[in-house]
């Protein structure tokens, strides 16, 4: 078993870079099927969401061409093969399969995704979607099948604001006959960034990035070279990062506007952020206030940053609250951090946090990829060794971690260990 192992303690100091949004990448590589010629997406991180993705349109088909980070994938030969186990088990994302294959072979059959156990994660919203489109859904042994004769355009109003629903209706509409209009659409960057990619390969989008967005069926997609936003939850990572064990750290490729929900929390808590057009510095933090955050919907506190943010609120001066309004069981790092001596104490969506506690390394378990996240922050900053087990997690969406971590300092390695050393209660 592979763990990290890391001795905390180490000033981090000079500039680390970002890669290519995770969750922009899960869906712009299922998008590439619709179009009738080859898609090359720029900048892609290298984590295991993305190649399992590449083997999946490998799967049905596809060629695809993945070199220093760029990918192109011809779709040109690609079939409506079933995909109801297997790989697609391994992330969340698989779901856009649902959206880009039957947008463009008119059915699909696909199994339910993978992905962080976050508390329940239904897809009710992308049926619904898909329905609505003229498609018939039926759930088989844990696989969606969906057939339709024609998609045509609909007017849906999404009950939950859902990033998945809004990006695979999306997905779905842009090749359906006539106008699509999702309501209550959510508005995350990834959405701008797919609705640009499918504009770009000649698809008819207005207002990605607002809660209304209008779409109206084109008779054929086709291919084109896309690059990809920055990661503003690595981003954001890294900034927590940077307050917590920094001796002043710039992060490089990031969209300042992207964090901005996060960057005004840090200054709340009295960490300097500086913003440049396409870095944050951060100098090393002094001392650190408890503040409360409520995790919200784009532009609101991302949830996704919620478990790192946990870590720093461990240091802060006073009692911090962190709700967390998207998933109810978002919060398994607190078990892990109280290994290290945190003061955390879960209660319903909420987590108490009481500081500043010196952390002390110990050995945890990465459960999901941000709990993972939040731990990497953790050891960083413990007196002593800190082993995380389950780092399959943390590589679903962390790009190159060791080497990036090490570039500013950190006494980070990746270890193979025996299995009887695993973590068990
Ligand atoms: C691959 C990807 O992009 N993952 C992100 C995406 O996940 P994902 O797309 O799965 O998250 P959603 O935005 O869909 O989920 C938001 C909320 O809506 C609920 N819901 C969602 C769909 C649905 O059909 N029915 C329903 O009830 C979910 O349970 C959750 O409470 O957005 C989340 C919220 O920002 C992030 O944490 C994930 O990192
Ligand atoms: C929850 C996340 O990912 P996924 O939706 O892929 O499980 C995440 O990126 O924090």
Do not use: W
Not at 244 to 266: Q, R, S, Y
Request: charged residues 20%.
């Amino acid at each position: 078993m592979d763990v990290y192992k890391i001795k905390g303690g180490n000033p981090l100091q000079g500039t680390i870079k970002v890669s290519g949004a995770k969750n922009s990448a899960v869906a712009l590589i299922p998008a590439s099927i619709l179009a009738d010629s080859p898609v090359t997406i720029d900048g892609l991180p290298e984590i295991s969401d993305v190649f399992t993705l590449q083997a999946l349109l490998e799967d049905i088909g596809g060629k695809v061409d993945f070199q220093n980070g760029n990918m192109t994938i011809d779709p040109t030969e690609m079939i409506a093969m079933p995909l109801p186990n297997g790989k697609v088990k391994k992330l969340r994302a698989s779901y856009y399969l649902m959206g880009a294959m039957l947008g463009r072979f008119k059915h699909a059959a696909i199994g339910l995704p993978g992905g962080c156990h976050l508390g329940p994660r239904p897809i009710d919203q992308h049926i619904k979607g898909f329905e609505a489109l003229g498609a018939k859904v039926t759930n088989e042994h844990g696989a969606i099948y969906l057939r339709a004769d024609e998609l045509r355009g609909a007017k849906i109003y999404l009950d939950v604001v859902s990033v998945g629903a809004t990006i695979n209706i999306m997905l779905a509409a842009v090749l359906a006959k006539g106008r699509t209009i999702i309501e209550n659409a959510a508005k995350e960057p990834e959405i701008i960034d797919v609705a640009t990619l499918l504009t770009n390969m000649g698809a008819n989008i207005k207002g990605a990035g607002t809660n209304v967005i209008r779409i109206e069926g084109v008779e054929k997609l086709h291919g084109t070279k896309h690059t990809i936003i920055p990661d503003r939850i690595e981003a954001g990572t890294f900034m927590i990062m940077a307050a917590a064990a920094g001796d002043g750290i710039t992060i490089d490729n990031v969209i300042p506007f992207h964090v901005e929900a996060l960057t005004a929390k840090l200054r709340e808590m009295g960490v300097t952020v500086e913003e440049r057009e396409e870095q944050i510095f951060i100098p090393k933090a002094n001392k650190l206030q408890a503040v409360d955050v409520k995790t919200l919907v784009y532009p609101g506190f991302p949830t996704d940053l919620q478990q790192p943010f946990s870590v720093l609120l461990t240091q802060a001066e006073g009692s911090s609250v962190i709700s967390d309004t998207i998933y109810s069981a978002r919060f398994k790092q607190i078990d892990e951090l109280r290994r290290m001596n945190a003061d955390g104490k879960v209660e319903g969506q909420s987590v108490l946090l009481s500081g500043p506690t010196p952390l002390e390394g110990a050995t945890v378990r990465a459960s999901d990829l941000r709990a993972g996240a939040a731990l990497v922050i953790a050891g960083l900053i413990a007196k002593g060794e800190t082993e995380i087990q389950e780092i399959v997690h943390i590589e679903r969406g962390y790009s190159s971690i060791i080497e990036k971590l090490r570039g500013i300092g950190a006494d980070i390695r990746k270890e193979t260990v025996a299995e009887n050393a695993v973590i068990t209660e």
